[in-house]
């Protein structure tokens, strides 16, 4: 096994270990599992590659001529490969393509960077923020050998590789206050115009309504996954989900009314935590009514969205369960939203930031005519109000930590794996 680069210090080599093939030499015939995706810029390097992906029998595997931007246009319109490989040659700001990559990455994948500078700085900024491997070229076999038998075979076995989506929990301070609308336009408006991968989750198990504001039809995969955890995997969360767009899935289910679900909330947070895996944000539709699954589910969201209307029982409530959420010690940010701004006979803004105890984080008009139409027609509201769209895209703005005020790069928290999330 050779270094990584000669002239690298030690540390930087390929321990000899993951060079382990994990294949028979002697006649084995069955292919290795999970998707390879290789982009490369030089005829040299793409054949090096196939060359050895036919040696090591990796089945699905593919090369693309390109860079990371190439990368970066094709994976905004489909899913993710197991495995990535992007050419950095020639591209000035690496650094800053890696970042437009990792807004269009689903976080379980695993990234491997190669290019044609023997860069220090480079391979320690890349690996701290998270990328599996830097190689520059040419690529000697015995790299591309131990890179692909690993990560293959990690693919094949189903291994986490450690990266987490954003889990976001909205919940109403009372019932009736819009908690579905903030949600359901919040997720669609993440993936429709943000491009990123959404998981939406109803935990109303039996009188939800996330699935009819996007005219889906309840599933049972909700259930099945909360009463049997064991056998959640990546195969029943794709069968399950409902798409309800490219980049919006749905899961939701619509138990009878009488006996009622009461659902295990280690399950619900394995759930969560797979999905999670998949996905850059998940978010969920919380129930209010503060059973012990909605609230393990709020200690456990990276965000949680309190949404109250204009009422002084809203106030008074979406008041007393952020003082809750902040006595708990818990460092997790909570956000109150103003739903239905000055709608007939409710309470001024300055009144209900009185009551508030201090001014909302967001406020959302009331604008009854357009969401009405919307609700009845299973679209997000977002899509027929613009006014409503601008509100909920500033929402979007705290979710995904892109603010006026700053915040963390998408890079650290989707290739460091989102870990303060959990």
């Known amino acids: 096994m050779t270094a990584l680069a000669q002239p690298f210090t030690s540390s930087m080599s390929i321990p000899a270990n993951h060079g382990s093939l994990q294949t028979e030499r002697g006649g084995k015939t069955s292919e290795r599992g999970g998707k390879v995706l290789a982009y490369v810029t030089d005829p040299a390097t793409e054949t090096a590659l196939r060359q050895t992906a036919s ?9 693309r001529r390109g860079d990371v931007r190439t990368a970066v ?39 491997v960077a190669i290019g044609d500078r023997n860069d220090v700085a480079l391979y320690r900024n890349l690996r701290g923020l998270g990328v599996a491997e830097y190689l520059f070229k040419p690529l000697p076999s015995d790299q591309i050998e131990a890179l692909l038998g690993r990560a293959a075979g990690t693919a094949a076995r189903g291994e986490d590789t450690g990266r987490q989506g954003k889990l976001v ?8 206050v819009g908690t579905t609308t903030v949600a359901v336009n919040l997720a669609s408006y993440l ?49 399950a989900m409902q798409p309800a767009s ?17 659902p295990n909330p280690r399950a619900v947070l394995d759930l969560l935590d797979s999905l999670r895996s998949q996905y850059h944000y998940v978010l969920v539709d919380v129930p209010h009514d503060l059973s012990e699954t909605a609230r393990a589910v709020l200690d456990q969201a990276a965000l949680r969205i309190v949404v109250a209307d204009g009422n002084l029982a809203g106030a008074r409530d979406a008041l007393r369960l952020r003082g809750a959420f902040e006595s708990s010690g818990s460092s997790r940010q909570t ?17 209900f930031n009185r009551a508030l105890g201090g001014p909302a984080d967001y406020a959302i008009d009331c604008r009854p005519k357009p969401l ?23 929402l979007a703005e705290a979710v995904s930590g892109q603010s006026a005020g700053g915040g963390t790069s998408l890079l650290g928290r989707l290739f460091r794996g989102g870990k303060s999330a959990k």
């Open 73 to 111: 246009r094709d994976l905004a319109r489909q899913r993710s490969p197991d495995l990535l490989i992007v050419d950095l040659s020639g591209i000035e700001l690496p650094i800053g393509a890696m970042e437009s990559l990792s807004q269009v990455c689903e976080p379980s994948v695993t990234v």
């Open 372 to 394: 009405i139409e919307a609700a009845t027609l299973g679209e997000p509201a977002i899509k027929r109000c613009a006014p409503f769209k601008s509100e909920i895209s500033k």
């Open 246 to 262: 490219d980049r919006l899935d749905v899961l939701a289910t619509e138990e009878p009314i009488i006996p009622p679900v009461a």
């Open 55 to 63: 040696q090591l029998l990796v089945g699905d595997f593919e090369v």
């Open 335 to 351: 956000l109150v939203v103003h739903n239905r701004r000055g709608a007939p006979g409710a309470l001024t803004p300055a009144e």
């Open 169 to 176: 929990a909205v919940t109403g301070a009372r019932g009736g």
């Open 191 to 239: 993936a429709d115009v943000g491009r990123r991968r959404i998981a939406l989750v109803d935990l109303d198990l039996h009188t939800g309504t996330v699935a009819l504001h996007l005219n889906l039809k309840p599933g049972r995969g909700l259930r099945e996954a909360i009463e049997a955890p064991e056998r959640v995997d990546q195969l029943f969360l794709e069968r």
